[in-house]
Structures are given as C-alpha cells and as structure tokens.
C-alpha cells in the first residue's frame, strides 16, 4: 500500500496559486505537473473556498451575531423585496427570509 504522502503549507499555498491561475488548462494537469493526487488538489480547492466563503464580510457572520448597522444595512438593501427576489438577495448572503424579518 502507497505511503500517505504529507505536504508544507508552503507547498499547499503554492498549488492554490498555481491552479487558481492555470487559464485554459485542467486542474488533472496541475496535479500532474506537480505531482501530486488530483483528488488531494481538489479537496484543497474545496477548503479554500469555504476559508474565502466565510471570511468573507459581515455577511458570513450568523444574523444573530450582527451588528445594529449591519442589521440596518441589511433591512436598507432587502426593503421591497417580495418573493423571488427576496429569496435571491437572501441566497447571495447565505440567508433566509426570516433572517431579515427578525
């Protein structure tokens, strides 16, 4: 059986960034170009995305834990949105229509 094979977080950070900027090209050659497991590459693509997703503005922190003027903010830009278009601005921050009604 293949040995685990452990990697730096320098090495980590510097795949990110190679594949982040690879144009045209697949993340498989990226993963072939460095030699490394696609999947492992991948599964660092993933966490890196969930690390920007939620540290990301105030948007990211729970309703709840939200400021008065983030609250505020929230009200001023969901005002008159009904339906569809709630649930739309409600999606793009991660949220529910009740979030805004509390």
Do not use: I
Not at 22 to 32: C, F, L, N
Not at 59 to 84: C, Q
């Amino acid at each position: 059986m293949k040995e685990k094979q452990t990697y730096s977080v320098e090495f980590k950070e510097q795949a990110l960034s190679k594949v982040l900027q690879r144009g045209s090209r697949t993340v498989g050659s990226v993963a072939d170009e460095l030699n490394m497991n696609l999947l492992t590459l991948r599964k660092w693509m993933r966490g890196s995305a969930a690390a920007n997703r939620s540290s990301d503005s105030g948007h990211a922190k729970r309703p709840e834990d939200w400021s008065p003027e983030e609250r505020l903010l929230a009200l001023h830009e969901s005002h008159g949105l009904v339906d569809e278009a709630l649930n739309a601005w409600c999606r793009e921050r991660g949220l529910f229509a009740h979030h805004v009604t509390q």
